[in-house]
């Protein structure tokens, strides 16, 4: 069994820029990247797409793996020890907090691991329909993130469809109806589950229709490699009637499923299960304990949003582990009853 001060889970832009950040700062991190956790190969969600626009530092966009390749060999560089095992099991009960790998999980072995400090940035995973012809045109016209993709040129003047009924719903719709030429929203009920507020904006705007009692049943498209789709089967539940539509863009807008089954029953969760934070910072209900990105952020979900809160997390950590090895109590980390964040008092890092 190793110990380290500081350990991290994950692997996309909030795991990796707080390994830079600790790594900096000379405490050694370690970082499990994860193999094929969740599904997701190591470098989280940005290695399932192409092109990345909205990421500042690259005017011409980068591609989502090379930017995540670009993030390793950063966090590498200043002496993050990066290891490709996927974490099974934590024990964050005491410090210092254990935690185990997928190959010696029995309750017999040993954790493979001990630390002072745990970054959990496991991220949060876009829900999947698995549509007839979904695979195919992942990405190639089926997307979960209108904000990341809907300005991209295949979208531009074309019918674009949202699947979804809640406020994320209706936010994408609207957003895309900048660029589509129509978005129609696909609601499987016969009310929308958005906020009235938003449902109201929702079905009073000029480019979309809302679809009430419809579901997707199938996207149709080229037949070529990398062929883009071009056409939905949509089917009225009450009726039973399917046909198809011209569509050029698909955007599930359907919930994400943060990592955070490990921590369940350990540290507080609220109700879709995305980890709380104290509102500004990156600390759990575990003391030694720091949530970032995606999986807890069910608002934003983004790559920029997530490398910050990675720093925020970074910056915690190594605040709290520095007033742990000189026994001073940690009362700046409290946060006050009206649930603003403290001042940032103290920042050894700078
Ligand atoms: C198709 C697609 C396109 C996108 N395009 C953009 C875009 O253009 N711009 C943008 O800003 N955002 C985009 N996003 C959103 C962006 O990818 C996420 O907001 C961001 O990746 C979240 O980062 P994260 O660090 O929280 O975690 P993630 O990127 O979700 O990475 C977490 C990773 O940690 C690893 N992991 C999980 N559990 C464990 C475990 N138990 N042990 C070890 N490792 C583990 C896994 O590899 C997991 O994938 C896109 C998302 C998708 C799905």
Request: net charge negative.
């Amino acid at each position: 069994m190793v110990h380290s001060k500081v350990v991290i889970i994950g692997s996309g832009p909030a795991a990796h820029t707080a390994a830079i950040y600790l790594s900096r700062a000379e405490l050694q991190p370690v970082l499990y990247e994860g193999m094929l956790a969740n599904g997701t190969a190591a470098g989280g969600q940005l290695t399932t797409t192409t092109d990345i626009e909205n990421f500042p530092g690259f005017p011409d966009g980068i591609g989502g793996g090379e930017l995540m390749e670009n993030m390793r060999k950063q966090s590498v560089r200043f002496g993050t020890e990066v290891i490709t095992e996927t974490i099974s099991k934590v024990d964050l009960s005491q410090r210092p907090f254990k935690l185990w790998t997928e190959w010696s999980d029995g309750p017999e072995d040993a954790p493979a691991r001990t630390a002072d400090a745990v970054i959990i940035a496991t991220g949060a995973n876009a829900r999947r329909l698995d549509l007839p012809g979904e695979e195919k045109y992942w990405q190639n016209g089926i997307s979960a993130c209108a904000v990341c993709d809907g300005a991209v040129p295949i979208f531009r003047n074309k019918p674009l469809f949202v699947i979804g009924g809640g406020d994320s719903a209706a936010e994408e719709a609207m957003f895309l109806a900048k660029y589509g030429s129509s978005v129609t929203v696909l609601v499987r009920r016969d009310k929308l589950r958005a906020s009235k507020a938003m449902a109201n904006r929702l079905l009073a705007h000029p480019k979309v229709t809302v679809r009430f009692n419809s579901v997707a049943t199938q996207v149709l498209g080229e037949e070529k490699p990398n062929g883009l789709m071009t056409h939905l089967k949509v089917k009225n539940v009450v009726s039973g009637e399917e046909e198809v539509v011209d569509a050029n863009g698909l955007f599930y807008a359907v919930g994400h499923d943060p990592a955070t089954a490990l921590f369940k029953g350990q540290i507080n969760l609220d109700e879709e299960s995305y980890i709380v934070t104290k509102p500004g910072t990156s600390y759990t209900s575990v003391e030694g304990v720091f949530a970032c990105g995606d999986v807890q952020d069910k608002r934003y979900r983004q790559a920029i949003t997530s490398a910050g809160s990675g720093c925020i997390a970074a910056l915690e950590a190594e605040k709290f582990i520095s007033e742990h090895e000189s026994q001073e109590p940690a009362n700046e980390t409290e946060v006050p009853a009206d649930g603003n964040a403290p001042e940032y008092k103290q920042n050894p890092l700078l």
